[in-house]
């Protein structure tokens, strides 16, 4: 056994996040911005026996099998490509999962991208969308990172410029969860008319071209999974309320949940803050955006 590649795997964040409806397909649209921080997992991959797929994690938590989205995507490259060398991925894990952060789809783009790359496979970025989205919703975006308005299911991209100087405090709460469950949540509130049209959907429509403001964007920015994650978990109006009071000038949920981050335009402030909420046995995340070229 060898290693022959390593690599990282970075975060995200939903920039406000609404879900539109659901479709026939049964998946749901959505709108959103997403946005890479450096917040990562490590990659590591090893020459084994060909046609053996192992992953091997520092989480012991996350299972492994076939059900694993890193295992998923060297199947899936495997099965476009036809190519049979055998790999053992080494995960180790500083994104939480069940978060909201993306991390099981981070790693399987990242495990696209680097193994086409590696093996030498040639191919295109086409043909990596359209196994990325075979794997999940979110894993076309990590392809590439930085900062995208994210419609459909997840699959439709328009990068965007970002700017601002921006620092952010995450803390993960003590519950995970569940993305189907809180789809079918949401989806009650779309029947009910809880959810639509509102601010921030008119600023991302109105923003084709040039860079996203921050302020303009934190000013309006709403995840439509937050009030019924909070009403399951009240707790999560509790840490809501923590950031606020240590000084965020904004605060949302990513994803379906459960992490909340808290917005400042200042590291100092920012530190300050996060320094704080640890006090409280809390697990607090300082992150930045990241602007990655590829």
């Not at 076939?66 to 998923?72: F, M």
């Amino acid at each position: 056994m060898s290693l022959f590649a390593e690599t990282d795997a970075y975060a995200k964040l939903n920039l406000g996040l609404k879900v539109l409806g659901r479709r026939p397909d049964g998946y749901h649209d959505i709108l959103s911005v997403f946005q890479t921080v450096d917040l990562r997992d490590r990659l590591a991959f090893e020459e084994i026996s060909a046609g053996q797929t192992e992953v091997v994690c520092s989480d012991p938590a996350l299972p492994v099998g076939p059900e694993n989205l890193v295992y998923r995507a060297v199947e899936a490259l495997r099965g476009a490509t036809g190519f049979d060398r055998g790999v053992r991925v080494s995960l180790t894990k500083e994104i939480p999962i069940g978060a909201g952060l993306g991390g099981g789809s981070a790693d399987a783009a990242a495990v696209l991208r680097t193994l086409n790359r590696a093996w030498g496979l040639g191919a295109s970025d086409g043909s990596l969308r359209e196994m990325a989205l075979g794997i999940g919703s979110d894993v076309p975006f990590f392809l590439r990172g930085g900062t995208a308005v994210v419609s459909g299911r997840g699959e439709v991209l328009r990068y965007v410029a970002w700017s601002s100087e921006v620092h952010y405090v995450l803390v993960q709460p003590p519950f995970q969860v569940s993305t189907g469950w809180a789809y079918r949540q949401v989806s009650g509130r779309i029947s009910l008319g809880l959810t639509g049209r509102s601010k921030y959907i008119n600023l991302i429509n109105s923003t084709m071209i040039g860079p996203l403001c921050a302020r303009d964007l934190f000013a309006c920015a709403e995840n439509d999974f937050e009030p019924v994650v909070a009403e399951a978990w009240p707790a999560l109006r509790d840490l809501r309320r923590a950031l606020e009071g240590a000084g965020a000038e904004a605060c949302c949920m990513t994803g379906s949940g459960s992490v909340l981050y808290g917005v400042f335009y200042d590291a100092a402030a920012a530190g300050r803050a996060a320094a704080a909420l640890r006090q409280g046995g809390r697990r607090v995340f300082l992150s930045r955006p990241l602007i990655v070229d590829r």
